[in-house]
């Protein structure tokens, strides 16, 4: 018996209106393993009826019963953490560990931090000299559609859902077809910690069927996206004519900037991390890797020895460091990428190949770990989003031409700046077009700081105030003295 996907609608768990399903992959074998309801209108109409009505009750039920409710949901996965971790392992092909100590805690992590949030979150007054006092009303906006993508499934769809949900919006969400076993699982939590009913509504389905209906539907005033550029730009003219709010995290092409003074074994196992974890499908991992030129004969020798010790392998497996890539149509784009490298006049150091496991695994879509060097900054390979286990290194003279190379590309969503000069810090990191820079770091986060993208990698900004923000709306209310 296959796994049911079901949507989760007015509280109830159930297929889809027209009785479709689709398939999905468990990408480490390489086969089906769920059957997923293929929703269409009709599902999303139903979803934004339920939390319609289901909308001024949420927002009269007060921010320490809606904390209290969203902390008991997620008290709920932490105690499924393992369950949850092997069912985005086996979904998205990731290491299972990782899921273990990334995703299933940060999916927690995020419930709890909204939950809390708002219950210390305050608004602005002004006085205007004698005159007036002016305050800020922020209400819920309504309800908010949030759609999300495969890479970080449960953790990026909580990133969105928990900070709609504490500041009294309802929600009508859709996780990626590819990988949405673990929302289906929260759906059933949520049920079981008695949240109220269609609060919470879960349309599972394709984008062009369901993330368009939820992007076109007149009573969602407020949609939030993560995702690929592409899409971001459909959502975006199909909502800006109708005044919609719009959060948008899309793709990234992030430079990793090295400088010779930096702390050499510090910066390289950072680096292989920033590089590969997640198969290197993370929006935040660096793919274009600058490096000082008089350290770069050191750093190339060191990196692609501790690339190519990388174990591709079982997700289930403690010891693998590369799952799966999520889809075989995924795996061939990147290849495709790889071909195009090559056709640049790129050489690779090491990967480039799908790899082929045995057993069970043997249908799985692997992809052993990639260094490409010999290309310049403007090359499609260094311009254009590959999202996989491949990543490019290139020697530089000068910092303005390293930073003319980072900030060289359409993306501006992070930088990684590794040195041990603290002016060159401040100088750098104000001059990096980019929503986030780390120094000295990579993915160190704190959820109250602004996360997002410049220039092509999104507009607005998630995370802390700033999502509270996004899902309300401001009003001034300004009273005569
Ligand atoms: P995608 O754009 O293909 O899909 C994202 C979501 O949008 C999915 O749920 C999908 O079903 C839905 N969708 C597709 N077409 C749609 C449409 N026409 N209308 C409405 N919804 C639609 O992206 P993906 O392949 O799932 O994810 C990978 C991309 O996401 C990469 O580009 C990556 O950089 C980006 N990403 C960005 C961030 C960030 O925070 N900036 C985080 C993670 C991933």
């Known amino acids: ?30 086969r089906v393993f769920t059957h997923i309801a293929d929703s269409d209108r009709q599902d999303v109409d139903r979803a934004v009826e339920a939390a319609t009505q289901a909308l001024p009750g949420w927002m009269a039920l007060g921010r320490k019963r809606r904390h209290d409710a969203l902390m008991r949901v997620a008290d709920l996965v932490e105690r499924d953490l393992a369950l949850f971790a092997a069912a985005e392992s086996r979904d998205n092909g990731k290491p299972l560990h990782l899921a273990m100590e990334v995703d299933v805690p940060r999916a927690i992590a995020n419930l709890r931090f909204f939950a809390t949030a708002i219950l210390h979150w305050e608004s602005e007054a002004h006085l205007t000299d004698d005159e007036a006092v002016n305050y800020t009303d922020r209400q819920a906006v309504g309800v908010a559609g949030c759609i999300s993508p495969w890479n970080l499934p449960l953790y990026l769809f909580t990133w969105k859902v928990a900070p709609a949900l504490a500041t009294g919006c309802t929600v009508v969400a859709k996780p990626s077809e590819l990988t949405p076993l673990t929302t289906h699982m929260l759906a059933e939590r949520c049920i079981e910690a008695g949240f109220p009913p269609g609060v919470l509504n879960i349309v599972q389905g394709t984008g062009p069927k369901v993330g368009a209906a939820i992007t076109e539907h007149p009573a969602i005033p407020a949609i939030s996206f993560t995702g690929g550029t592409a899409t971001g730009a459909r959502i975006a003219a199909t909502a800006a004519p109708m005044f919609k709010k719009l959060s948008l995290e899309l793709g990234g092409k ?11 074994e510090e910066m390289l196992k950072e680096t292989v991390r920033s590089s590969f ?72 150091l090491c990967g480039g190949d799908q790899v082929r496991l045995g057993g069970p695994l043997a249908q799985g879509w692997y992809m052993a ?55 060159r810090m401040h100088r750098m990191a104000r001059q990096l077009k980019s929503g986030i820079v780390w120094v000295n770091c990579w993915m160190l986060r704190d959820l109250r700081t602004p996360f997002g993208g410049m220039k092509h990698s999104g507009v607005g900004r998630e995370g802390g105030r700033e999502a509270l923000r996004f899902f309300t709306e401001p009003r001034n209310v300004c009273i005569k003295l």
């Open 254 to 264: 992030n430079a990793v900037l090295v400088f010779a003074d930096c702390d050499f």
């Open 369 to 423: 770990p990639t260094v490409i060097e010999g290309l310049g900054p403007g090359c499609r390979t260094n311009q254009e989003e590959i999202f996989g286990p491949v990543v490019t290194i290139q020697p530089f003279d000068t910092e303005e031409e390293a930073l003319q190379a980072a900030n060289g590309t359409r993306y501006g969503l992070a930088s990684v700046l590794w040195t041990a000069d603290g002016r």
């Open 1 to 30: 018996m296959m796994q049911q996907v079901l949507n989760y609608i007015g509280g109830k768990l159930g297929p889809a209106a027209g009785g479709q399903w689709l398939e999905g992959h468990a990408p480490g074998e390489g």
């Open 277 to 348: 974890s997640n198969q290197g499908q993370i929006c935040l991992c660096g793919s274009r890797i600058l490096v000082e030129r008089s350290l770069y004969p050191r750093f190339r020798a060191a990196f692609v020895e501790r690339v190519k010790a990388l174990r591709v392998g079982d997700p289930g497996e403690q010891s693998t460091d590369i799952g799966a890539v999520v889809s075989e149509a995924h795996l061939n784009k990147v290849l495709s990428h790889v071909a195009l490298a090559k056709e640049e006049g790129g050489t690779l």
